[in-house]
């Protein structure tokens, strides 16, 4: 299931590109893509294990950026 979200206040574009890395790289995560530019994300995920992967994105997202919502 590929789902797209809005960011809001999302600062820089190193924090865009590790909070694009550290999603890529958890468990039933297919593809991420966060843009600075954008103010989005883009994320492929397994659809059965959707809300727990969201959970964890969104706790990966604040350690990076505390300040950047995921507009779920």
Same mark, same amino acid.
């Given at each position: #299931?590929?789902?797209?979200?809005?960011?809001?206040?999302?600062?820089?574009?190193?924090?865009a590109?590790? #909070?694009?890395?550290?999603?890529?790289k958890?468990?039933a995560? /297919?593809?991420?893509?966060?843009?600075?530019m954008?103010?989005?994300? &883009?994320?492929? &995920? /397994?659809?059965?294990?959707?809300?727990?992967?969201?959970?964890?994105?969104?706790?990966?997202?604040?350690?990076?950026?505390?300040?950047?919502?995921?507009?779920l």
């Open positions: #299931m590929t789902k797209v979200f809005k960011l809001k206040d999302l600062d820089c574009p190193n924090c590109a590790k #909070m694009e890395q550290a999603i890529g958890l468990p995560v /297919n593809s991420a893509s966060v843009s600075f954008g103010q989005k994300m &883009v994320i492929d &995920v /397994n659809d059965e294990q959707f809300d727990v992967v969201m959970q964890k994105v969104v706790k990966v997202c604040r350690k990076i950026e505390p300040d950047c919502q995921i507009l």
